[in-house]
Nanobody
Framework: QVQLVESGGGLVQAGGSLRLSCAAS????????MGWFRQAPGKEREFVAA????????FYADSVKGRFTISRDNAKNTVWLQMNSLKPEDTAVYYC?????????????????WGQGTQVTVSS
């Protein structure tokens, strides 16, 4: 089992920044892919970014490329999502997830473990 706990959400004005963190515990994550997803009211959960725990290769949705950065700290078992130049359309609940196989990193159904989510609200 893997436990994931997100933090760092909040209310920010458009153009501002937030840094989300995801603390992982329970198992060694060296072969996992860690992803961030978001879900706005009335919409499906969508892929934001992912990072391979081993090697650190990163992947981004086109909508956040150049504005968001995903990173991980092996020693702290923590994944971060640095969000800059935030827009009102970034408003959503953001979820951290862990995928043991890491084959289809953008598909929520591929992920094995999920955090409880943290709300991000961007005001215009």
């Amino acid at each position: 089992q893997v436990q994931l706990v997100e933090s760092g959400g909040g209310l920010v004005q458009a153009g501002g920044s937030l840094r989300l963190s995801c603390a992982a515990s329970g198992r060694t994550l060296s072969e996992y892919v860690m992803g961030w997803f978001r879900q706005a009211p009335g919409k499906e959960r969508e892929f934001v970014a992912a990072v391979k725990w081993s090697g650190g290769r990163t992947f981004y949705a086109d909508s956040v490329k150049g504005r968001f950065t995903i990173s991980r700290d092996n020693a702290k078992n923590t994944v971060w999502l640095q969000m800059n130049s935030l827009k009102p359309e970034d408003t959503a609940v953001y979820y951290c997830a862990a995928d043991q196989l890491g084959l289809l990193y953008s598909k929520p159904s591929e992920y094995d473990y999920w955090g409880q989510g943290t709300q991000v609200t961007v005001s215009s």
